[in-house]
């Protein structure tokens, strides 16, 4: 079975103060797949990142950056200098890749950003 | 190239009626999922499809509920005999699947069906 945690329900932050999103996931699979997509208030998912199990390398966009680690299950999102944009609920997703295709979602973090 | 598009992007009907929505994904995207938000959750899947195959079917699909994708291009989501349960936010998204597990799903607007 594949669960993703994503413990904080709402976290509100002052403009350009970082942010990090955390997120825990479960799976018994060794190749899987985790996301992050971004749902701002019109609804849309936004696709922002993928990564596979097998790169743990951290990645950097621009203010985003991803934090990925194995030995904790943990596949956390920063965003530096937040601004009012970044308002939005931001969903960790988990595919295990062994068949199923689908993503299993967390609860999701509602980010409010004060300018 | 233009994203997913559903339609309607708001539907209220009364409990006990039928109601179908359209999902057209993005152009040569092969394969098509649905997915159902209720409020304050994520995301969760109901089937998909590659192709005009429909090759996964979540238990969270009654047999109320209905999917085709029968050329291959859009699909429908059919709810039959609607109940107030049913009232959430209905997610399409497409991919293009190439290579075993590389397989990103971009999302359209949604449905939200309301049920009276």
């Known amino acids: 079975a594949q669960k993703v945690t994503q413990a904080q329900t709402e976290i509100s932050v002052v403009e350009k103060e970082d942010v990090t999103l955390d997120c825990v996931y479960e799976?018994?699979?060794?190749?899987?797949?985790l996301f992050w997509y971004k749902q701002p208030p019109s609804g849309e998912l936004v696709f922002l990142i993928r990564?596979?199990?097998?790169?743990?390398q951290n990645e950097i966009s621009g203010r985003y950056s991803w934090n990925f680690q194995k030995s904790t299950s943990s596949f956390n999102f920063t965003i530096t200098a937040s601004q009012v944009v970044d308002s939005a609920v931001y969903f960790c997703?988990?595919?295990?890749?062994?068949?199923?295709?689908?993503?299993?979602f967390g609860k999701g973090t509602k980010l409010s950003v004060i300018p | 190239d233009t994203g997913v598009s559903q339609d309607p992007r708001h539907k209220i009907t009364k409990r006990g009626q039928n109601v179908t929505f359209r999902c057209d994904p993005i152009?040569?995207?092969?394969?098509l999922y649905w997915y159902r938000q209720t409020l304050g959750q994520g995301p969760e899947f109901l089937t998909y499809?590659?192709?005009?195959?429909?090759?996964?079917k979540s238990r969270l699909l009654s047999d109320r509920f209905s999917a085709e994708r029968p050329k291959g291009s859009f699909s429908t989501l059919e709810i039959q005999r609607t109940e107030q349960g049913d009232s959430a936010m209905y997610l399409c998204?497409?991919?293009?699947?190439?290579?075993?597990?590389?397989?990103?799903?971009?999302f359209g607007p949604g449905t939200r069906l309301t049920v009276l």
């Open positions: 998204a497409s991919s293009l699947w190439r290579v075993k597990g590389l397989d990103t799903q971009y």
């Open positions: 997703a988990l595919n295990s890749g062994a068949g199923s295709y689908q993503l299993t």
């Open positions: 799976t018994r699979d060794t190749t899987y797949y």
């Open positions: 499809f590659q192709n005009e195959a429909q090759l996964e």
């Open positions: 152009s040569e995207h092969n394969r």
């Open positions: 990564r596979n199990s097998f790169d743990e």
